[in-house]
């Protein structure tokens, strides 16, 4: 008889009173519950601490002064055991076989399984949308290999669609990157093993007002992300890949890792658009960095109809005039914040 893996579900909170009691039911609600329930606060100065308090001790409660996100991460760890580590932010939340499903696909030799998140307002109500979108059918193991083989990178969820083995976690961890731990985790994981797809979600991503995504390099709230900023974490991110690449004998492609990631792609042109590129690539041609996105839309593995709607903002960003691209970065990263005002004046008219 096979015996199951132990799992720990580590739920990181900072000032999230509203969403952490929501975060902590969900794990609760679990068709296969973990063997572990971690809650880190870092530092709440709301009610987040009385009400993890309140769950007793069918969570384990760590209450640390303010450290941020990467020590957040690195404790989470420290404190749990499990053969399976998920961690969940304290504004998103799980789906009732979560669990189950990831210990399903977590074999021996897959060092991550990654999930789709259906993205959602700061309400909870869906928004017909996916975080990262892998609908159109799950890349199997060898794609996804020979993909980051070929590119250095793949698509992978924020840090709520992701499951870790532990074998994994013990080689890398504890690390403190001058970027996001879950970043980096991701980045290097198909260096110590395979990565299994769940195609379908397996819980919310919310976002809000107060999102660290949505925030810029002073910690502001910015509808117009610093897009620079991102390319230079982006940046740090693959320097990481590298060294551990060096270090495993891994043979990763040359050049630049960036040219292969649509999203930075994106963002670079926006940000050449905005005036506010990166020094790196103030030499490179729109033409270039467009012709560059075309070919990863192409082994994207999108649905057609997503696929179009990629190809659409980048021809768009990339042709029209400067003053009408900053419109479009603008109703397209305020555009939660909108609908989420529309349907409150409409008194409920739209539904999830």
Same mark, same amino acid.
């Given at each position: 008889?096979?015996?199951?893996?132990?799992?720990?579900? /580590?739920?990181?909170?900072? +000032?999230?009173?509203?969403?952490?009691?929501?975060?902590?039911?969900? *794990?609760?609600?679990?068709? @296969? %519950?973990?063997?572990?329930?971690?809650?880190?606060?870092?530092?709440?100065?709301?009610?987040?601490?009385?009400?993890?308090?309140?769950?007793?001790?069918?969570?384990?409660? !760590? &209450?640390?002064?303010?450290?941020?996100?990467?020590?957040?991460? +690195?404790?989470?760890?420290?404190?749990?055991? #499990?053969?399976?580590?998920?961690?969940?932010?304290?504004?998103?939340?799980?789906?009732?076989?979560?669990?189950?499903? *990831?210990?399903?696909? %977590?074999?021996?030799?897959? *060092?991550?399984?990654q999930f789709d998140l259906d993205v959602v307002d700061e309400?909870g109500r869906r928004l017909g949308r996916r975080m990262p979108?892998?609908?159109?059918?799950?890349?199997?193991?060898?794609?996804?290999?020979?993909?980051?083989?070929?590119?250095?990178?793949?698509?992978?969820?924020?840090?709520?669609?992701?499951?870790?083995?532990?074998?994994?976690?013990?080689? !890398?961890?504890?690390?403190?990157?001058? !970027?996001?731990?879950?970043?980096?985790?991701?980045?290097?994981?198909?260096?110590?093993?395979?990565?299994?797809?769940?195609?379908?979600?397996? #819980?919310?991503?919310?976002?809000?007002? @107060?999102?660290?995504? @949505? $925030?810029?390099?002073?910690?502001?709230?910015?509808?117009?992300?610093? &897009?620079?900023?991102?390319?230079?974490?982006?940046?740090?991110?693959?320097?990481?890949?590298?060294?551990?690449?060096?270090? %495993? #004998?891994?043979?990763?492609?040359?050049?630049?890792?960036?040219?292969?990631?649509? *999203?930075?792609?994106?963002?670079?042109?926006?940000?050449? $658009?905005?005036?506010?590129?990166?020094?790196?690539?103030?030499?490179?041609?729109?033409?270039?960095?467009?012709?560059?996105?075309?070919?990863?839309? #192409?082994?994207?593995?999108? @649905?057609?109809?997503?696929?179009?709607?990629?190809?659409?903002?980048?021809?768009?960003?990339?042709?029209?005039?400067?003053?009408?691209?900053?419109?479009? /970065?603008?109703?397209?990263?305020?555009?939660?914040?909108?609908?989420?005002?529309?349907?409150?004046? %409409?008194?409920?008219?739209?539904?999830?």
């Amino acid at each position: 008889m096979t015996l199951r893996p132990t799992i720990s579900v /580590i739920i990181t909170n900072y +000032n999230y009173e509203e969403y952490v009691g929501h975060a902590i039911e969900s *794990v609760l609600s679990q068709t @296969r %519950l973990p063997d572990e329930i971690i809650v880190i606060d870092d530092g709440s100065t709301d009610s987040s601490r009385d009400i993890i308090r309140s769950y007793g001790e069918r969570v384990q409660s !760590v &209450f640390q002064s303010n450290q941020g996100i990467r020590s957040v991460t +690195n404790s989470g760890y420290a404190s749990s055991t #499990g053969q399976i580590v998920m961690y969940l932010d304290a504004d998103d939340t799980f789906y009732p076989m979560a669990v189950e499903r *990831v210990e399903k696909a %977590l074999r021996s030799g897959v *060092v991550k399984v990654q999930f789709d998140l259906d993205v959602v307002d700061e309400r909870g109500r869906r928004l017909g949308r996916r975080m990262p979108d892998f609908s159109r059918r799950a890349i199997t193991e060898v794609e996804l290999a020979r993909e980051f083989n070929e590119t250095g990178t793949y698509r992978w969820p924020v840090t709520s669609g992701n499951a870790y083995s532990r074998d994994f976690l013990k080689q !890398v961890m504890p690390v403190s990157p001058p !970027v996001s731990l879950d970043g980096v985790l991701n980045t290097i994981a198909p260096l110590y093993g395979r990565i299994v797809t769940i195609s379908d979600p397996q #819980g919310q991503y919310r976002v809000h007002q @107060r999102n660290n995504s @949505r $925030k810029n390099s002073s910690g502001k709230v910015a509808f117009i992300p610093d &897009f620079a900023s991102r390319i230079r974490y982006r940046k740090q991110e693959f320097d990481i890949l590298r060294e551990h690449a060096d270090r %495993l #004998g891994h043979q990763l492609p040359t050049g630049d890792l960036l040219d292969n990631e649509l *999203v930075f792609l994106n963002y670079r042109i926006m940000a050449r $658009k905005l005036s506010r590129e990166d020094e790196s690539d103030r030499n490179r041609s729109l033409f270039d960095l467009w012709a560059k996105g075309i070919i990863a839309i #192409g082994r994207g593995h999108f @649905r057609p109809s997503v696929a179009l709607k990629h190809a659409t903002w980048i021809c768009s960003i990339t042709l029209l005039p400067a003053w009408l691209v900053r419109r479009l /970065i603008e109703a397209r990263f305020s555009r939660t914040q909108w609908w989420s005002n529309v349907r409150s004046r %409409l008194g409920g008219a739209f539904r999830s």
